[in-house]
């Protein structure tokens, strides 16, 4: 059964950085390498939004609202797809989701919240 784990969220002042992180520790490495993964973010009131995807195909992509400040990556040995998020703002509160998609197969993780005070 396919397990997505997310942790990293919390409170942080304007100007700092947090670090999510997803976790697939029921996938095997071969599905891993191959899915599309992204972090997606909504804020209350708003419509979910694309912050970052990584594809084994095109790479990495940013909003450009965070372009130049958050970093996604992966790291296929342990099963799992970071975002790394520096200089935020407030912004960019709101709760954060991963989401994989392997071979029209998608599924969403849980959501953390990430909360920026200005």
């Known amino acids: 059964q396919l397990r997505l784990v997310e942790s990293g969220g919390g409170l942080v002042q304007a100007g700092g950085s947090l670090r999510l992180s997803c976790a697939f520790p029921?996938?095997?490495?071969?599905?891993?390498?191959?899915?599309?993964m992204a972090w997606y973010r909504q804020a209350p009131g708003k419509d979910r939004e694309l912050v970052a995807a990584?594809?084994?195909?095109?790479?990495?992509d940013y909003a450009d609202s965070v372009k130049g400040r958050f970093t996604i990556s992966k790291d296929n040995r342990k099963r799992t797809m970071y975002l790394q998020m520096d200089s935020l703002l407030a912004e960019d509160t709101a709760v954060y989701y991963c989401?994989?998609?392997?071979?029209?197969?998608?599924?969403w993780g849980q959501g953390t919240q990430v909360t920026v005070s200005s």
């Open positions: 990584i594809t084994p195909d095109r790479g990495t």
């Open positions: 989401y994989r998609n392997f071979r029209g197969q998608t599924n």
């Open positions: 029921t996938t095997i490495l071969s599905t891993f390498s191959g899915m599309d």
